[in-house]
C-alpha cells in the first residue's frame, strides 16, 4: 500500500495496493481505486487543514469502507459542508459499516447534489451517527441500504437523519430496516426520514423514539410512489408518518405511541394528504 500521509501539505491520497484489505490511518484521505479498506484507529476532523471538508472522500465504484468499530470525530464549531464521508456522483457499489460518526458534522454521509449523475448503490451497515445530520444523498441516490444503524442527538440540535428533498427527481429503491432513532428536542424541521420522489422504498423492522416539536414528523413520504411502513414502533411521537401528494402506500403493523399534543398543535399517527391508494 502507498499513502501520501503528508496531512497538511496537502491530501492523504491511497494510490496503488498490494494487499486485499488498505489501511486507513487518517483524515484528509481520497479513496480513488476499487477495494476494501479498514480504519486501524478513530480520527479527527480537527487533523484536516482548514480548506479541506471531508474526512473520507470516496472518488470510485466498488468499496467496502470498515471502520473496524473505531470513530470519526467532527470538532468543527463553525457552520459549513463538513462530511465524515463525502460520495462522488455518477459511482456506485459503495459500502460504508461498523464505524462511528460522531459530533459536529454538518453531514455524516453525503453525496453530491447533482440531479444529472446518480449514485447508485450506497449501503451503511452498522453505522452509529450522533449529533449530525446522518446521510444527505439529494438528488443523487439510488439503491440506498440503511441497516441496524443508530442515529442519536444533543438536545437542541436540529437533525435530519436521512434527507432525499430530490425536486423534480425520482430516486429508486431506498431501504432503512432494522435501525434506531432516539432524537431530543432537535428544533424546527428536525425528522428522522425524509424521503422526497422516492420511487420504491422499504421502511421497517425500526425503533423510533423521538421528543421533538408539535410541528416535526418522525418520517416524510413527499410525492413518494410505492412505499412501505411495516412493523417499526414509535414512541413519544407528535406526529408519526407525513404522507404527501403519494401513491401506492402501505402501513402495516405499526406501533404508535404519541406524546400529548401542545395547543393548536393536534398530533397525528398518520397525516395523509392528496394521496392515492393508502
Not at 496503488?16 to 479513496?31: G, H, L, R, V
Not at 477495494?35 to 472522500?57: A, F, T, W
Not at 425503533?207 to 413527499?222: E, K, Y
Not at 401513491?247 to 404508535?256: D, M, R, S, Y
Request: charged share 15%; glycine share 6%; net charge negative.
Amino acid at each position: 500500500t502507498e499513502i501520501d500521509t503528508g496531512l497538511w501539505a496537502g491530501p492523504t491520497t491511497i494510490k496503488k495496493f498490494d494487499a486485499a484489505q488498505n489501511i486507513i490511518s487518517a483524515c484528509n484521505t481520497t479513496i480513488s481505486v476499487a477495494g476494501e479498506y479498514v480504519l486501524n484507529q478513530s480520527l479527527n476532523y480537527g487533523d484536516i487543514p482548514d480548506e479541506e471538508n471531508k474526512c473520507i472522500h470516496i472518488t470510485v465504484s466498488n468499496v467496502d469502507f470498515d471502520g473496524a468499530g473505531f470513530y470519526l470525530e467532527g470538532n468543527r464549531t463553525d457552520s459549513g459542508s463538513e462530511s465524515a464521508f463525502y460520495v462522488n456522483p455518477g459511482i456506485g457499489n459503495i459500502t460504508i459499516r461498523n464505524v462511528f460518526i460522531n459530533n459536529s458534522w454538518n453531514v455524516g454521509i453525503a453525496t453530491q447534489n447533482d440531479p444529472e449523475t446518480f449514485t447508485t448503490g450506497l449501503t451503511v451497515f452498522n453505522v452509529s451517527f450522533h449529533n449530525n445530520s446522518a446521510i444527505d444523498v439529494q438528488y443523487s441516490g439510488h439503491n440506498l441500504v440503511v441497516n441496524q444503524s443508530t442515529f442519536t442527538n444533543k438536545p437542541g440540535s436540529q437533525i435530519r437523519s436521512i434527507d432525499s428533498s430530490a425536486a423534480n427527481t425520482t430516486l429508486f429503491n431506498w431501504t432503512v430496516v432494522n435501525s434506531i432513532f432516539n432524537l431530543t428536542n432537535g428544533g424546527d424541521s428536525s425528522s428522522s426520514i425524509k424521503f422526497a420522489n422516492i420511487s420504491t422504498g422499504l421502511i421497517q423492522n425500526n425503533v423510533v423514539d423521538l421528543q421533538l416539536t408539535a410541528s416535526d414528523d418522525a418520517f416524510i413520504c413527499d410525492d413518494c410512489t410505492n412505499v412501505s411502513f411495516i412493523s417499526n414502533v414509535f414512541s413519544s411521537v407528535t406526529n408519526a408518518i407525513r404522507v404527501k401528494n403519494a401513491v401506492i402506500v402501505v402501513l402495516q403493523h405499526n406501533v404508535i405511541t404519541l406524546t400529548v399534543a401542545n395547543e393548536g398543535n393536534p398530533n397525528h399517527a398518520f397525516n395523509i394528504t392528496d394521496s392515492n391508494s393508502v
